[in-house]
């Protein structure tokens, strides 16, 4: 059974200031809780049904699991349905130092306010090996439990490092170049496979900070087939055109 107080703390959890000063963060559904078991991750506890602990005996075992009913976890979940299944993970520790991967893409996101954006663009990077995301001080908490849910996991094996751009840009690697989504660039048809690079990534509202344009190595865009419709349209979603432009540099 929860205590009053297991319950005020997981859903202090729901704000980031409580996930900082706790260091701790939720994680739901059975994808996501046995990707982090299977990691690195700490695990502080596990609420879950029954029916799942025992359909996940093997991967528990040895970890601080409390039973809980249905019932309970609707007080403590962040989903309007709830799974059978909660844990409370220890927050890992901010990465202070900044080694870009160079036999690799990696990509950078300018101020990503939208958590599902920035759960998809995760998702989208651990589908296509890419291990390391660079984020503006000014993008939204990874940790946050709607960006948590969207990874489905793969938050578990995704490295999400959060610093200046500008500063990350100025002392990288000269060999590194970066692709910069915009609407004016290069289509993506015409640029090659790359075995490295940072696809950087613009605010759902204003796209690339302007004070990022000159490190921008090569302007790429993604060009609509329709063209009757491209006055009428702003721009792609930002994890769409992350996930277009991951294909496109990756593709064999």
């Avoid at 190595?217 to 792609?236: A, D, G, R, V, W």
Wanted: with cysteine; net charge positive; aromatic share 6%.
């Amino acid at each position: 059974m929860l205590s009053k107080a297991r319950i005020k703390l997981i859903n202090q959890l729901k704000q980031k200031k409580h996930r900082e000063t706790n260091a701790m963060f939720v994680a739901e559904g059975s994808i996501n809780v046995i990707d982090f078991i299977k990691s690195n991750t700490i695990v502080i506890e596990l609420f879950a049904t029954e029916k799942w602990m025992q359909d996940n005996e093997k991967n528990i075992d040895r970890l601080n699991t409390t039973l809980v009913s249905t019932k309970d976890l609707k007080k403590i979940s962040a989903l309007s349905s709830p799974s059978e299944v909660l844990a409370i993970l220890e927050l890992p520790k901010a990465i202070n130092t900044i080694d870009i991967d160079t036999k690799n893409l990696t990509i950078a996101l300018d101020n990503i306010s939208d958590p599902g954006n920035l759960g998809t663009i995760i998702r989208t990077a651990d589908w296509f090996g890419i291990k390391q995301i660079f984020c503006s001080k000014n993008t939204v908490d990874a940790y946050n439990s709607k960006v948590v849910q969207a990874t489905m996991g793969s938050l578990a094996r995704v490295a999400l490092i959060y610093t200046e751009l500008e500063t990350l840009f100025t002392n990288k690697p000269k060999n590194i170049p970066i692709f910069g989504a915009l609407l004016n660039g290069k289509s993506i048809t015409e640029i090659e496979p790359q075995k490295n690079g940072i696809v950087l990534i613009g605010s759902e509202a204003h796209g690339i900070s302007k004070n990022l344009f000159p490190y921008i190595t090569h302007k790429i865009t993604i060009p609509s087939i329709n063209q009757n419709t491209t006055n009428n349209l702003e721009s792609l979603n930002a994890s769409v055109a992350n996930a277009i432009i991951c294909y496109a540099l990756t593709k064999n």
